[in-house]
């Protein structure tokens, strides 16, 4: 019976969770906040228990995974009796460039991979690399497995990721589009596919992940053709903050109508945009929702704006796929979002897509929202990416 240790490693914050891999059942999930500030947390829940909190100094990512590693064989609210019956460690990584299109047990050379890519996500691979480097020093001898977003996506072709700039951008830089979320999108689209009652290999299947980030993928067969986020997340959909698609000639009309420079538009792009930017209201929904039902008009332009870009985005890919088997919603909003789905799929009947709005009614569970007669089925799918980490870690260490 193996255990497998999920670790998701932020800047300031880390998330976690133990799986029991023959049955895939989750033990306990936690997270540690405020790691290297005044008032470091770790909020820890064991499955059927009430949650733990610990509260204690962590000045790095090395003390918050120690109190982790203790909290995990804790006499009340553990889930082992010692450290050895954590078979193996499963992090999160954002970007793994175009080295690994799947998952990989980590070595020396797979993290100066990682390291070489730390150009390309310099917020997020570092924290990553810490969480590695921790897990390394506190458990030695316990195999890790890499798990990146970037991977799933790596099957697209040159025709969907190279952008119309000079090709020695490419060649030199590595500038193209890479594609995020792809954990996620993996498990939703295997999991469709099951809905479906068929092989992933026969299912064309359009994976909306829409949470705070929100990214839209195409998948046929497997295999990813287009995803809407590119050389970075903030391509794409609008989202909570950032920007999504826009005209890239605007950055330097602000900088010279502001007064300033391109890093602090490009701040204001992922920080201060999308629906927060367009609403002034907030980043999550459920507040936009409110305020739109009280009249406020901005709010309202947000939801049709981001609304819109979602159905945009299925338009493209329905092209692109030549047709497609389902649309999955997931993430945050995909999940929870009943008059979101409903603004999205509104108008796309000639498309084939025909929301049910009885079986819309419907949250965090997997279900098919779609009326009978529609030929391309909706599928609510909460997504799960640390049981696919999980999953691949255990795979990967057991073969
Ligand atoms: P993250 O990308 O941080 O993992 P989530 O997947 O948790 O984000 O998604 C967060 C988003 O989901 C927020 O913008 C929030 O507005 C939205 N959301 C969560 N619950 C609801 C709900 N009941 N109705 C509408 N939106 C919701």
Redo the contacts with the bound molecule.
Sequence with gaps: MMKVLVINCGSSSLKYQVLEMEAETLLCKGLVERIGLEGSVLKHEKVGMDRYTMKAPMKDHKEAIAHVLETLVHETYGVATGMDEIGAVGHRVVHAGEKYASSVRITDDVIQALQDCVSLAPLHNPPNLLGIAACQELMPGTPMVGVFDTAFHQTMLPEYYIYAIPYEYYTQYGVRRYGFHGTSHRYVSERAAVMLGKDVSEVKVITC??????SITAIDGGRVIDTSMGFTPLEGLVM?TRCGDIDPAIIDFICQKEGLTIAEVNNILNKKSG?LGISGV????????EAATHGNERAELALKIYANKVKFYIGAYMAELNGADAIVF???????????RKMICNGLENLGVSLCPKRNEA?GQEKDLSTDESPVRILLIP?NEELMIAKDTYEIITN
């Design positions: 992940h829409l949470g705070n980030g929100a909570g629906v907030s980043s999550d929904f459920r507040d936009i929702e997931t993430a945050g909003l995909g999940e929870n979002g009943i008059l979101m949250r997504t």
